[in-house]
């Protein structure tokens, strides 16, 4: 009879608390203030938390080992499961040290599989401070997700652990993923700049494994140009809009001759810039007008609508837009690289994720719309 899977379990605190607030992420001290000051609260626990519980069932065929406190066994406990803890978090906000004398021990220790809960900060962190090939495999929590390591929602994430528990092998079947992350220094008005930092194993299953990010060829410019001229031509000019980041966004407002930002969200009325760079609470001010607009751009290479990037456009605020009311637009080449025609929704509210499922119009030129299939990730 197999011993028990050993899953090591790690949630960093803080990842994605810039989400909602309009930061970019939440790595470093002074990031993590601002957030604070903006009104931001932890998410990642509760990330964790939706992805263990379905675990619970087969809490017998697994042991999951994990930090003391907000780092791994909060989570368990709200999920209903009981942790092994071997490693006890220090009594003060956590740093990337502690997430990376974390996996350090659990790879001491052997474990099958390390989970994390966070972002590509996280993410960065773990890959530093794992050796050999122990796979690992991400949460989505954070605000920038660029990375092939996490599975595209919690759910997919319980969804592929339980395929493993339930099909016992003496190795995990593993890839090679790429780790990606964005220095949130070098962000500015106009550019960013992705570094690779690297590869690590991740169970194979490109269902529940999210695609890294992919950008823009040259061949795809007339194509995004075609779609910001239809955007100009159609804007109601009475209409508020909020407008998510991107480059193709981006090209768009500029025709206005205004000045957006890249990652971030703005908003528009008609053609004039109204607001910039808003968080979810500045964006709720907005709900109340009528008619108002979402125009979001598929991220490439992973093809989410929400919840990559634009969490500050919560489920809250889309719906009251309305499923008709949001505005998509890729180019066609971005939208045939996804390994399935279909754009995924990881908004974090169950009920909008299935409001937006279904089948969505995607403006792909000047001239030319398709028909998508949208489901929740």
């Not at 990010?213 to 209409?239: V, W």
Request: charged share 20%.
């Amino acid at each position: 009879m197999n011993a028990p899977m050993k899953i090591g379990l790690i949630v960093n605190p803080i990842a994605g608390m810039g989400g909602k607030v309009g930061l970019k992420g939440t790595d470093g001290e002074a990031a993590l203030k601002k957030a604070l000051q903006l009104g931001a609260v932890p998410v990642a626990s509760e990330r964790a938390e939706q992805a263990l519980q379905p675990l619970a069932l087969l809490a017998q065929d697994f042991t999951i080992i994990t930090c003391s406190g907000e780092m791994g066994e909060n989570a368990c406990i709200s999920a209903g499961l009981t942790p092994s803890v071997v490693i006890r978090t220090p009594d003060r906000v956590t740093t990337k040290l502690d997430t990376m004398a974390a996996v350090g021990e659990l790879v001491n220790i052997n474990v099958s599989l390390i989970l994390f809960a966070g972002g590509d900060g996280t993410a960065g962190d773990v890959f530093a401070a794992l050796q050999g090939d122990t796979p690992i495999l991400g949460i989505p929590a954070g605000v920038k997700m660029h990375s092939a390591v996490f599975a595209t929602s919690p759910g997919a994430a319980s969804r592929l652990i339980l395929r493993l528990l339930r099909e016992p092998s003496p190795r995990l079947a593993t890839r090679q993923a790429e780790i990606m992350d964005i220095s949130e220094q070098r962000e500015n008005e106009n550019s960013h700049r992705t570094k690779l930092l690297g590869y690590a194993s991740v169970p194979t299953d490109r269902r529940l494994i999210q695609n890294p990010k992919s950008y823009g060829t040259p061949d795809e410019q007339d194509s995004i140009q075609g779609i910001a001229k239809y955007l100009e031509d159609n804007l109601n000019p009475c209409g508020y809009y909020i407008i998510g980041p991107g480059q193709t966004t981006q090209i768009f407002l500029k025709r206005l001759g205004v000045q957006g930002t890249l990652l971030g969200v703005d908003v528009i009325r008609g053609k004039e810039l109204i607001d910039r760079d808003v968080n979810h609470k500045q964006l709720i001010t907005y709900s109340r007008y009528h008619p108002l607009f979402v125009i979001v751009s598929v991220i490439g290479g992973q093809g989410f609508l929400f919840g990559r990037g634009n969490q500050q456009i919560t489920s809250d605020i889309l719906e009251q837009v309305g499923k008709d009311n949001i505005i998509v637009i890729s180019t066609a080449e971005k939208l045939a690289s996804l390994d399935r025609l279909c754009l995924l929704v990881d908004t974090g509210d169950k009920k909008m994720d299935a409001a937006l499922s279904g089948y969505i119009r995607v403006r792909v030129d000047e001239r030319q719309t398709l028909i998508v299939k949208v489901d929740s990730a």
